[in-house]
């Protein structure tokens, strides 16, 4: 132990005495008025105590605060506000040996253990102790030299009567003072009391601004006030929460006013709130992707990162100003032709800004446009070649997070090649759709026949799903009987032990789409193959359905494609042909990418989580999970040496991303997105809903809404599923219910292709379907025209 008086504190000690020590040395360099007092380092033991009370009674300072300053408190990564002892008025000495006892043994006391438990990294060493002469204080209070909510360069003086403890501690209301400043001082007092003159917060503005350009930083003061109107600084500690994690952290910067923005076909890959970790990799190799299509076609030579796929409180936009570009780049492209390919519908937006490229430009562009469309063959077997891809692992943190950062390019690869079988089904099937309303059909007409010309597809990855997991239920009921009653693990320990037709059919489900999942594009969303638990959940649902396939409805494919070819002779019904084959060989071939595409993001997630667990065991992390909510990286950063504020952002964001999953966007937006307030959803209720028809059929049935897995769960045999969009992971579900609602969605999803092929019926695109219909509702529904009726409300 040693003893320093604050104006004698050396600054090669300043690392060592802790945050509240360093901060009033630093105050006293800076030329502001403090406190008198003397730093105590270290105290430990009985001879430490009575040695700093001799010191203590020497001093005359008489009365005194005694307070904490432990070695990680008040630092520019953690504030530790509260966590630690401070005694105020004491006087005499065994009153100050109990108040030095009090700090030493708050180092190790229930409230600083819950904090440092919580921010990994911010428990401190050792405890060090501040002594100083209590101020007879008329008002007291705290200054911030930039407003910790907003953010705007403006002090901030809160004031309260008396000493400031009441207010720090939240005992008392403030009174508030905003005081604005610039290059040549202090300005504009906005007032919020009495307590304060103008001359009076000035000057505490003005000793402020001394202390913020000492430290080089925004702080946050502690002052008091004596009767003589002298002010005393008590306290300066960085502001902590300038750099901490907030809502709309990752915004896009992107765009202005006019720009165009849309949840669709983005929103149905990758619905709601997306952490950190996926936003950096998996949709970052989205965007980039999308970006190589536009390069491809002649549209860019260059683009930043973000320019096509964004988030707006981490909930993803196609950026469709950007992707405009087409329709000015390249031969008989239309806007119409951009809008009706990703959102399905035509759109009332603002003309693009872009200049049309000269003739000889467009067609050159047209000509390596439909080289990149019709390289879909080429793409599918390198996308084969892709899903091989090996993560070396290493048990150097350092050298096996530079072998995930090395293998990102390979999955920008096969994103890109998911964007050619993607971009060439999306563009047929729109062709027919323009085809259609050229020749005065309506819309809901064109969408009924153009899905209908998209029925009874062979082979296609997303159907086979369910109709695996039936397999798989129909060996385990064939073997036991009994399995209904399964409960999840029991269910999951039979699967795993098993033999026969059962091992056989379960192994071949896990080959062919153990990595799928519910958001699988998500990082944080576990594969079937690592999550055994989720898969059993899904097989028991369709165990409990009996696992009946049911019989396949004649198709009716010929008879709306002579529909189609009516009416057309010669070359014009041989093209129209062709475009319907394309199209029908394009929704195959989409999904088997998809399928590709999500089988290398499992490779990352994967990786991944084993990185994530070697951080944990060497104390980088609090637990495995928080690596979601670090960017890619951040996570580097992390590795290189432990980072007290990058754990603590981490753990700031998975509690916002609770609040960001309640938020909801419309589908579109001129100018950068907001969500719809709850006054807005209210608002859009109705007993008749309109949407998009995607799959024929009708049906009535009571509703169910479907926000969560949970949600899923509790599905009864002949509900009909309201969801916000339909996922891949919903497949076994399908088994169970008599017709599905969303509220995205197009005629390609997922979900639309087995809707389809199961005949049940779907109407997608319902503005606020979640919100509206409610669980029990008696609802109809027409997946040929689109047309949800609330029947009779639920009691």
Known sequence: MKIYGLNELPRELYGAVGGKARGLAG?????????????????DGDADFEAAADYFERSGLERVAVRSSATAEDGADFSSAGQYATTLNVSGREAFIRAARACVDSLRGVT???????????????MNIVVQKMVDAVTAG????????????????????????????????????????????????????????????????????????YFNSELDLEWAA?????IVFLQARPVTTLCDATIDEFDSKIGDGNTVFTTCNIGEMLPGAVTPLSLTTSVLSIDAGLRKMLFKAGCFKKLPPNACVTSFSNHLFFNLTTIYKMATSIVGAAKSDVEASICGKKLDTPPPPWKKSAAPIRLINSVKYMRFLFSRKKAMKKIEKAVNLSIPRSDD??????????????????????????????????????????????????????SGLLEDIDGIESVDILRS??????????????????????????????????????????????????????????????????????????????????????????????????????????????????????????????????????????????????LTAA??????????????????????GKSPALVKKALQRRRLLDEQKQLKFNDLYIGFPKAVSAAELASSGGRSLTGAPISRGEAVGRARVVRTVE?????????????????????????????????????????????????????????????????GDLISLNGGKGTVTIVEPSK
């Open 226 to 230: 004596d009767k003589s109107g002298r």
């Open 469 to 614: 997991m039936r397999r798989v239920a129909a060996r385990v009921l064939a073997a036991e009987p009994a399995a209904a009653s399964f409960t999840p693990a029991r269910l999951l320990e039979f699967l795993e032990n098993s033999d026969g037709e059962v091992k056989e059919a379960y192994s071949a489900f896990l080959t062919r789409h153990g990595h799928r999942a519910i958001r699988e594009a998500e990082l944080r969303s576990r594969s079937w193959k690592n999550d055994g638990t989720a898969l059993a959940e899904n097989i028991l649902t369709v165990v409990k359905s009996g696992a009946v396939e049911p019989q396949k409805a004649k198709s009716q494919a010929d008879g709306f494609r002579a529909k189609a070819l009516a009416n057309r002779k010669g070359i014009g019904r041989k093209i129209i042909g062709y475009i319907i084959d394309q199209a029908r060989a394009g929704v195959y071939n989409r999904e088997y990418t998809k399928s590709c595409f999500v089988r290398v993001v499992d490779r990352f997630k994967e990786a991944y989580a084993d990185l994530a667990a070697m």
């Open 112 to 126: 600083s253990r819950a904090y440092s438990g919580f921010f990994a990294a911010a428990a401190s060493a050792s």
């Open 397 to 450: 943190m350092s050298e096996y997070y530079g072998n995930i950062d090395a293998a990102l390019k390979e999955l920008d690869a096969a994103t890109y090649l998911h964007y050619i079988t993607s971009a060439h089904s999306g563009a047929m099937s729109s062709v027919l759709l323009t085809v259609f309303m050229s020749e005065g059909m309506s819309e809901p007409d064109a969408r009924e026949l153009l």
């Open 711 to 775: 949600d899923a769960k509790l599905l009864q045999n002949g509900e009909i599923m309201i969801a916000a969009f339909t996922d891949i992971g919903w497949s076994p579900y399908y088994s169970v219910i008599k017709g599905l609602v969303t509220e995205v969605g197009s005629a390609l999803s997922h979900g639309a292709v087995v809707a389809r092929e199961y005949a049940l019926p779907l109407v997608v695109n319902v503005k606020n379907a979640t919100g509206i219909i409610k669980t």
């Open 619 to 640: 104390g980088a992390l609090p637990d495995a999970d928080a690596v979601y909510f670090l960017t890619h990286a951040e996570i580097g950063g992390l590795i290189r």
């Open 27 to 43: 105050l006293i360099r800076a030329g502001l008025t403090v406190a008198p007092g003397f730093v105590i380092t270290e105290p």
């Open 142 to 213: 705290v200054v911030f030299t930039a407003d910790p909510l907003t953010r705007e360069k403006k002090l901030i003086i809160e004031a309260v009567a008396g000493l400031g403890e009441s207010l720090v501690s939240g005992a008392a209301a403030a009174e508030r003072y905003a005081v604005e400043y610039g290059e040549n001082g202090t300005g504009k007092i906005e007032a919020g009391g009495k307590l304060l003159s103008e001359a009076a917060a000035r000057a505490i503005a003005d000793e402020s601004l001394k202390a913020k350009a």
